[in-house]
């Protein structure tokens, strides 16, 4: 139980195109997921806060216009990188919290998403 | 969440126990540590919690001091697919429903090496 899957899970895009990256808890609800991006060799920053119909919250320095996060279902978060650029290539990743355990705070992450800008 | 401070990198002989520590010195008192993998190129993967208490299961120990300022994960018998970077977080468990407060804060986490 308690899986994430991410789609897709690579992609390569050309500069000034818009890329969308879907997380979904496969087997429980999530009512709040998390997104986090990793550069090479760098730990995980965490980007934003996924709430189901609400808007997100994002993390100092990350661009809101740029990541645009939609949360539509208890299911399924998605994150598109709006006229993506070589700097945004990078691991994006993303966890959810069970909703039926969230005052436990148990986090479940995706598989990663591999993004390359050319 | 209280910072933690680990070793940046670590090696360990195949089939024998790893032991990684953490320092969590301001951690609070309804502070959980948390344990996570991440395999190089995948999300991290959970591994174990605790409050004060020893932690056992499946995949690690977790041994915490009794001031609960330091903690040490133990893989009891390391293996080549144990290589990985090791992260030791520590955050409140108890949340507001819909709330971002206890989300995971990773630091740069220990670079454990099996080797054979």
């Known amino acids: 139980g308690a899986v994430v899957s991410q789609h897709p899970s690579r992609v390569i895009c050309k500069s000034g195109t818009s890329v969308k990256i879907e997380c979904r808890s496969l087997?429980?609800?999530?009512?709040?997921m998390f997104w986090y991006r990793q550069f090479p060799k760098k730990s995980l920053m965490l980007m934003a806060t996924?709430?189901?119909?609400?808007?997100?919250?994002?993390e100092q320095g990350v661009e809101k216009d740029k990541f645009l996060i939609n949360h539509a279902s208890l299911t399924l978060s998605t994150l598109t990188v709006t006229s993506a650029h070589p700097e945004d290539s990078s691991f994006y990743i993303c966890s959810a919290r069970d909703s039926d355990r969230e005052t436990y705070n148990e986090q479940f992450f995706g598989p990663g998403t591999r993004l390359t800008v050319l | 969440d209280a910072k933690t401070t680990q070793p940046t990198s670590m090696d360990c002989a195949e089939g024998r126990a790893a032991n990684l520590p953490c320092n969590h010195s301001t951690i609070s008192g309804n502070e959980y540590v948390y344990w996570y993998r991440q395999i190089h190129s995948q999300g991290p993967q959970y591994i174990i919690h605790?409050?004060?208490n020893n932690e056992t299961n499946e995949m690690a120990s977790l041994i915490i001091t009794e001031d609960r300022k330091s903690s040490t994960l133990i893989l009891p018998h390391a293996t080549l697919r144990d290589t990985a970077v090791y992260y030791c977080?520590?955050?409140?468990?108890?949340?507001?429903?819909?709330?971002?407060?206890?989300?995971?804060?990773f630091g740069k986490g220990t670079k454990l090496s099996v080797k054979p």
């Open positions: 605790g409050l004060k």
């Open positions: 087997d429980f609800q999530a009512t709040t």
């Open positions: 996924s709430n189901e119909g609400s808007k997100a919250t994002y």
């Open positions: 977080i520590v955050r409140v468990a108890l949340v507001l429903r819909g709330g971002s407060q206890g989300n995971l804060i």
